[in-house]
C-alpha cells in the first residue's frame, strides 16, 4: 500500500515578502504552488525525518502560498518507486544517492535538474562532498550526510559483563562467543536487505588491503573480483555468520527487526552507519539504552594493510529537483533553502544525527551526546577513507547481484568463488 505523510498546510491571508540569507526569497501573496517532495524518510518524528519535516513546516510557514506534499517511504521500496517515477513523471524534490549505482542510469535518463553550482558556494559543503552528484562537471544534486560505518554498542551491557571494545576482529569474534554464553546476541545484521552486508564487506575489504579504491574501481571496471583482498573479506564474512556473530535468520530480517533487537537490548552490538546516531535522542528506545548507546570502528584483521584509524565512510544521501517539474523555480528555491547551513546542518547536529556533507563546526557546544562526540572525533582521527561502498560503485545490474548473493554466501546456500564470479559478471 502507497504510504504518504501529508505534511500540515498553513494559510495565511496576510502575505510578507523579505529577503533571506544565501539568496533565499521568502514570498507570499503569489500564486498557489504545490510542491511534492518524495522522501526515504518515513519516520518523521525522529532522526533525519524530524529534520527533514521540520524544514518543510518553516518553509511553508515562511511561503503562505506554498503547500508541500510529503510521500515517504523505506529505502527499499522508495528505490523501487523512484524507478516508476522516472517513467511516470518525478516529483519535484526527490531523495538521490550520489553513487554510481543509483545516479549513473538516473542521469542518463534526464530526470534530473541541472544545478547552479556557484550558487552554494558559501554553503559550507566538504571538500569533495559534490563531486559524487557530478556527471561531465555539471551538478545535479546536493548532499545531505557524511556516511561512517559503525558498530553501535551497548556500554552497560558490556561494563555489566566485563566487556571490552575489540581491537582485533580476531577479538570481536571471541567476544561474540561470550555474548552468547549469556543469552544476548552479539550483533543485529540487517541481512533482509542486502546492501548493509555490502558494506560490511567494504569495511573488512577496507581494513585487509588498506586504501582500496583503485582495487574496487580496477574490479568493477573489469567485472573481475579475484583479488585476494575480496576473497579473504568475504570468507572472513562468512565465517562471522558460521560463528554466529550475527543474529538467528539474519539474513531474511529488515533494518527495523535488527535495529528492534539492539534498541530493546536484546542484542549487544548493531552495525549500520552513523546516521542512526540520533537514536541516543529517541525517546522511544528505553532510556537504559538510548543513554548508554556507544560506537566503535570496524576492528583491525591480522595481516591486514588497514589501520585502526582507515573507516569506511563517504557522502551518500541528499536530494534533487526533477528536470521535468512544472514548478521548478520554487523547487531549486525550496532546496536551497533546505541547504542553508542553519537548516538542514545545524538541525541535523541540534538533533544527533550524524555528520553533516556541510561544515557544521560553530555549532558544536561542547554538550552533545556521547554517540556524537565519538562520531566526530572518528572522522576527525581518520587516516583514511573507503570512498563509495563496493555495491554502489557499479551499475544497477551489479548493485543487484551483490546485495542478493552476499546472503546466500554469508549463509553457505552458495560460496565463496561462486559469489565473487557472480557479482564480477553482473559488472559486465
Do not use: H
Not at 575480496?230 to 530480517?253: C, I, P, R, V
Not at 547536529?349 to 561542547?366: F, H, P, R
Amino acid at each position: 500500500m502507497k504510504k504518504k505523510v501529508l505534511a500540515t498546510v498553513l494559510s495565511v491571508a496576510m502575505g510578507v515578502t523579505a529577503i533571506t540569507g544565501y539568496g533565499t526569497v521568502v514570498s507570499a501573496a503569489e500564486e498557489d504552488v504545490t510542491l511534492k517532495v518524495f522522501s526515504n524518510l518515513p519516520d518523521r518524528k525522529n532522526g533525519q525525518g524530524l529534520v527533514e519535516q521540520m524544514i518543510i513546516d518553516e518553509y511553508m510557514e515562511a511561503n503562505p502560498n506554498v503547500t508541500i506534499e510529503v510521500e515517504a517511504l523505506d529505502e527499499e521500496a522508495y528505490k523501487t518507486k523512484f524507478k516508476a517515477y522516472a517513467m511516470d513523471g518525478m516529483p519535484d524534490v526527490v531523495s538521490v544517492w550520489g553513487q554510481p549505482a543509483f545516479l549513473d542510469e538516473v542521469l542518463d535518463a534526464g530526470v534530473l535538474t541541472e544545478l547552479n553550482e556557484a550558487d552554494y558556494a558559501d554553503y559550507k559543503f566538504v571538500e569533495g562532498s559534490l563531486d559524487g552528484f557530478k556527471k561531465d562537471g555539471k551538478l545535479y544534486g546536493l548532499p545531505r550526510n557524511t556516511d561512517v560505518a559503525v558498530f553501535y554498542y551497548n556500554q552497560k551491557i558490556f561494563d555489566d559483563n566485563g566487556w571490552k571494545v575489540p581491537a582485533t576482529y580476531d577479538e570481536l569474534l571471541t567476544l561474540a562467543e561470550d555474548i552468547k554464553g549469556k543469552d544476548i546476541i552479539p550483533l543485529a545484521m540487517d541481512g533482509g536487505d542486502g546492501w548493509p552486508m555490502a558494506i560490511y564487506l567494504t569495511d573488512l575489504v577496507n581494513k585487509i588491503g588498506g586504501n582500496t579504491k583503485e582495487i574496487v574501481s580496477d574490479a568493477v571496471k573489469n567485472g573481475d573480483f579475484t583479488a585476494p583482498e575480496f576473497k579473504e573479506a568475504a570468507d572472513l564474512l562468512k565465517k562471522s555468520a558460521d560463528a554466529g556473530l550475527f543474529q538467528d535468520g539474519y539474513d531474511s530480517q529488515d533494518y527495523g527487526t535488527a535495529m528492534n533487537l539492539f534498541t530493546n537490548g536484546q542484542a549487544a552490538m548493531f552495525y549500520m552507519g552513523s546516521w542512526e546516531s540520533s537514536m541516543a535522542l529517541n525517546e522511544d528506545i528505553p532510556e537504559e539504552v538510548r543513554n548508554n548507546i556507544r560506537v566503535f570502528t570496524m576492528p583491525v584483521v591480522a595481516d591486514g594493510k588497514g589501520q585502526a584509524n582507515d573507516i569506511a565512510a563517504w557522502n551518500g544521501g541528499g536530494y534533487a529537483v526533477a528536470s521535468d517539474s512544472e514548478v521548478k523555480e520554487e523547487a531549486v528555491k525550496f532546496l536551497n533553502y533546505m541547504y542553508q547551513p542553519d537548516k538542514l546542518s545545524k538541525y541535523g547536529w541540534e538533533n544527533g544525527v550524524g555528520m553533516s556533507a556541510q561544515d557544521q563546526s560553530e555549532y558544536m557546544t561542547g554538550e552533545e551526546t556521547e554517540l556524537q562526540k565519538q562520531i566526530v572525533q572518528i572522522v576527525k582521527d581518520a587516516t583514511s577513507l573507503s570512498g563509495t561502498p563496493i555495491n554502489d560503485c557499479g551499475p544497477s545490474a551489479f548493485k543487484t547481484s551483490i546485495e542478493s548473493e552476499i546472503q546466500s554466501m554469508s549463509n553457505g546456500t552458495g560460496t565463496v568463488d561462486e559469489f565473487l564470479d557472480t557479482i564480477g559478471k553482473a559488472c559486465k
